[in-house]
Nanobody
Framework: EVQVVESGGGLVQAGGSLRLSCAAS????????IGWFRQAPGKEREGVSC????????FYADSVKGRFTITLDNAKNTVYLQMNRLKPEDTAVYYC?????????????????????WGQGTQVTVSS
């Protein structure tokens, strides 16, 4: 089972950008899907984006569509989440998760139950 580690979080002003990285312990195998989730204090976990290793298929929650971009660098076994035009409501702990597909979207959010390899999370704080 692949292990993943997130990095790249930090403090940024509203309107700014951050790029999160999700580094895997080994190559993402055939059929893998890598997702990004976030959880703010007192709120439910939200699945914001994912990418399929095989065909590059992507998903974005409406809350981040047009602002966040997920990419996969197979040579580096790393998935990136480029976050632009950040808003205070993007403040959360961001988690990377990976597993063999498929993935599902429930109520507009990536479903977490399909993922079994999780990172420790990285804090993103957007000040107003």
């Amino acid at each position: 089972e692949v292990q993943v580690v997130e990095s790249g979080g930090g403090l940024v002003q509203a309107g700014g950008s951050l790029r999160l990285s999700c580094a895997a312990s080994r190559r993402f195998g055939d059929g893998y899907v890598i997702g990004w989730f976030r959880q703010a204090p007192g709120k439910e976990r939200e699945g914001v984006s994912c990418i399929s290793r095989d065909d590059g298929d992507t998903f974005y929650a409406d809350s981040v569509k047009g602002r966040f971009t997920i990419t996969l660098d197979n040579a580096k076994n790393t998935v990136y989440l480029q976050m632009n035009r950040l808003k205070p409501e993007d403040t959360a702990v961001y988690y990377c998760a990976a597993d063999r597909g498929p993935y599902a979207v429930v109520d507009g959010s990536l479903a977490a139950g399909y993922f079994h390899s999780w990172g420790q999370g990285t804090q993103v704080t957007v000040s107003s």
